[in-house]
């Protein structure tokens, strides 16, 4: 089990530009979850997914959009990417029927600077 | 909004000392709780959790402790290590929140040799 990876590692944008994160889990996990961490922050949850074919917003959604066709991948796209995106992203995944837990795995994070 | 907080940003303990890591929570419906931690350049790693059902549980040189009294979680690391040097995030997630969790920011743990 690969568990959650993430690519690719680094990137570095120009403003305007747009690009794809790919999160791949191989857990059948039901959950997915994108968050960005900014220097001395916690997580913050971009968007989030419960299921193959399904997205819902999280606490910072802007300027970012995602898609789950495929129960193993989520994928983050910004459109046109900003400053203010520089960070690193984080992709989780949690099973549904874990018990008793709300665990959520984390890959090892995708390094942003957009110029 | 509700958030989860942590009392100290930087902790530095003696190698092989317990070391107490501290977060206050403020959203009373929250009902699960979970440490990470989170080594330089990776993501962040399970340690233990605990429902709201519970007071305590132990893992392998970790305790969790909750007061839900005063709203606090603390994580205690028995006989702490230079492996153990890195950022300890406390989480929550509140009931029927489709399992989203809320980080606190974080507090840095150093290992003195």
């Known amino acids: 089990n690969a568990g959650v990876t993430q690519t690719p590692k680094f990137r570095v944008l120009k403003t305007g530009q747009s690009m794809t994160l790919l999160c791949a889990q191989d857990?059948?996990?039901?959950?997915m979850y994108w968050y960005r961490q900014d220097p001395g922050m916690g997580l913050r949850l971009i968007h989030y997914s419960v299921g193959e074919g399904t997205t819902a917003k999280g606490e910072v959604p802007d300027g970012y959009n995602v898609s789950r066709l495929k129960k193993q991948n989520f994928l983050l796209g910004l459109e046109s990417a900003a400053p203010s995106q520089t960070s690193v992203y984080f992709c989780?995944?949690?099973?549904?029927?874990?018990?008793?837990?709300?665990?959520?795995?984390f890959g090892p994070g995708t390094r942003l600077t957009v110029l | 909004g509700e958030s989860v907080g942590l009392h100290l940003p930087t902790l530095s303990v003696q190698e092989g000392d317990n070391s107490i890591i501290n977060c206050a929570y403020s959203?009373?419906?929250?009902?699960?709780f979970i440490w990470y931690k989170q080594e330089s350049g990776k993501g962040p790693q399970f340690i233990i959790d605990?429902?709201?059902?519970?007071d305590k549980r132990q893992g392998q040189r970790v305790t969790v402790l909750l007061n839900k009294t005063v709203k606090h979680l603390s994580l205690q690391i028995a006989a702490t290590q230079p492996g153990d040097s890195a950022v300890y995030f406390c989480a929550e997630n509140m009931k029927g929140s489709a399992r989203q969790l809320t980080f606190g920011s974080g507090t840095q743990l150093t290992v003195l040799p």
């Open positions: 857990m059948n996990h039901e959950y």
């Open positions: 605990i429902r709201s059902n519970m």
């Open positions: 959203n009373s419906a929250s009902d699960y």
């Open positions: 989780a995944s949690s099973s549904l029927t874990q018990p008793l837990t709300d665990t959520q795995y």
